[in-house]
């Protein structure tokens, strides 16, 4: 009862959905077994055969309760030997008493060490962990000492995750146990024991699986805001493509109304000044909602400007755009100076995209206008800012 009251009560207020998925009760239960080398510290050296030693065996259902604890529902036999063979010559036997425990049922409680200090991770394959319990204990035909007794123990385990469901592992415990009828004054029996075995972890049921599958997904999707933000700036990328292939358009019709264009000096010159003032005015076909603006001499990106940068992301993962980063200056300060500042801004935001939200380097590149080009009043702070063009491929 006391197990049950523990298991409900971990499984329902220790986990964390920060590290460690919040799982159901029928969740991540274990079917395991070993085999085991026990020896009473009472009769005989650790490896005195059929006086000290013998062999054993358990089986237990695990759960898990979260990333650091499990709980343990044991049923143990330490003595096969002579728990099926000849009573006149038992294992334990000191002055004529039989010791031998039949078998033991209880509770252990497993505390995993490394994910405690080190952290959740569902990749870790090696474990190491603290097993403390409590049980009964179940004896054959000692009349002196009682049928039933009570049993405590500890012990210390490692265990490999071979697969998602496979776990081998081995222990070192001990116990003692104590009569049921005077428990405070016949402690006796002290038991060392080093366990093989095996585990088999059923993993989270269908339905925890579909419940954390679509928490994943919605997860995955951008918030409200950033999606407002995304859309707005494709439209502003839809809106200077067709500015661009409006510019582009006139420069055809241009040299569709001069059949003799190698002839004449003076079209082909003016032709040319229309194809450099697009090259050069270029940045002016793209809008500035999405521009990350700076204080004066600031080349650190500002708190309030990271949703931009989050957006462009977002874009650049929906789609095969390629995108040129240039930074911007006001009027302050000197010509080489704000050169190298806006550079500093651009390469910035270059690392931010490339390094936080994963985006391919080769995909952006990065210049400086200085104070070069400007919007309006050559010291408005939109002067001071860096700003995204989509290139053309």
């Known amino acids: 009862m006391l197990a049950s009251a523990l298991l409900l009560?971990?499984?329902?207020?220790?986990q964390s959905d920060n590290e460690y998925p919040r799982y159901g009760f029928w969740s991540n239960w274990s079917l395991g077994g070993s085999v085991l080398y026990s020896w009473e510290y009472e009769h005989g050296g650790i490896f005195d055969w059929r006086e000290g030693s013998n062999i054993g065996a358990n089986i237990f259902f695990e759960k898990e309760l979260n990333h650091v604890w499990a709980l343990r529902l044991v049923a143990e036999t330490p003595g096969l030997w002579k728990a099926?063979?000849?009573?006149?010559?038992?294992?334990?036997?000191?002055?004529?008493?039989?010791?031998?425990?039949?078998?033991?049922?209880?509770?252990?409680?497993?505390?995993?060490?490394?994910?405690?200090?080190?952290?959740?991770?569902?990749?870790?394959?090696?474990?190491?962990?603290?097993?403390?319990?409590?049980?009964?204990?179940?004896?054959?035909?000692?009349?002196?000492?009682?049928?039933?007794s009570m049993f405590m123990e500890?012990?210390?385990?490692?265990?490999?995750?071979?697969?998602?469901?496979?776990?081998?592992?081995?222990e070192v415990r001990t116990d003692i146990c104590a009569d049921i009828p005077n428990p405070i004054h016949q402690w006796h029996d002290m038991t060392g024991m080093v366990a093989l075995g095996y585990m088999y972890n059923f993993g989270p049921t269908a339905v925890d699986q579909e419940r954390l599958a679509q928490k994943n997904a919605a997860a995955s999707e951008p918030d409200p805001e950033t999606k407002a933000e995304i859309a707005q700036l494709e439209n502003e990328l839809k809106d200077s493509k067709q500015k661009q292939a409006d510019l582009m358009n006139k420069v055809r019709q241009l040299e569709k109304q001069q059949p003799q264009v190698n002839q004449n000096n003076d079209v082909v010159d003016s032709l040319q000044r229309i194809i450099d003032s697009y090259e050069k005015d270029k940045d002016n076909f793209y809008a500035m909602p999405f521009s990350i603006l700076y204080g004066v001499d600031q080349d650190e990106v500002p708190a309030n400007q990271m949703n931009k940068i989050k957006a462009i992301a977002q874009i650049m993962k929906d789609s095969d755009y390629d995108f040129e980063i240039i930074g911007y200056c006001d009027n302050s300060g000197s010509k080489e100076y704000n050169q190298a500042l806006s550079e500093r801004r651009a390469e910035k935001v270059k690392k931010i995209l490339v390094n936080k939200y994963g985006i391919d380097e080769n995909r952006l590149s990065t210049s400086g206008k200085g104070k070069d080009l400007a919007f309006g009043d050559i010291k408005n702070a939109v002067n001071r800012r860096v700003s995204f063009y989509r290139k053309n491929k």
Do not use: Q
Request: proline letters at 2%; one cysteine or more.
């Open 154 to 170: 500890a012990g210390l385990g490692f265990g490999y995750k071979m697969c998602e469901h496979s776990t081998i592992f081995a």
């Open 9 to 14: 009560a971990c499984n329902a207020n220790a």
């Open 84 to 148: 099926f063979g000849n009573i006149d010559n038992p294992a334990y036997d000191r002055d004529g008493m039989f010791y031998d425990r039949y078998g033991k049922a209880g509770v252990d409680f497993k505390f995993d060490y490394v994910n405690a200090c080190r952290g959740y991770n569902p990749d870790r394959r090696w474990s190491t962990y603290l097993l403390l319990g409590t049980g009964l204990g179940f004896h054959r035909d000692d009349i002196n000492l009682g049928d039933v």
